[in-house]
């Protein structure tokens, strides 16, 4: 079975919902979803339904395993980086996300 469909149906089931009501919600036709099961969708497709979900369409066509991989999400070129330094970028852009998160709320 193709990942963007498996990747999709347990977005789903996650938030309970069926797969024909996100249909619904995103104004694809009936029974679109269940037909990723053999081939891809369209990328306009792909990413409506990554931003319905808040992922990234690297995650729902399997090049990632984090469903809110930094690096993935910015599409920063981690070539010529060793598994430490991806992992310590990710945890800065982890940070810093959490950083302007509270200063556009006005935290302090």
Do not use: C
């Amino acid at each position: 079975m193709n990942t963007v469909y498996l990747r999709i149906k347990e977005l789903a089931d996650s938030k309970h919902q069926s797969l024909a009501q996100i249909e619904r919600s995103l104004n694809l036709s009936n029974g679109s979803i269940s037909s990723w099961k053999k081939s891809n969708p369209s990328s306009d497709k792909l990413k409506v339904v990554a931003d319905y979900f808040d992922v990234s369409t690297d995650y729902l066509l399997g090049r990632t395993k984090d469903v809110k991989d930094p690096v993935a999400y910015f599409r920063l070129d981690t070539s010529g980086l060793t598994e430490d330094q991806i992992n310590s970028m990710k945890s800065e852009l982890g940070n810093y996300a959490e950083y302007l998160k509270h200063r556009v709320r006005g935290d302090k």
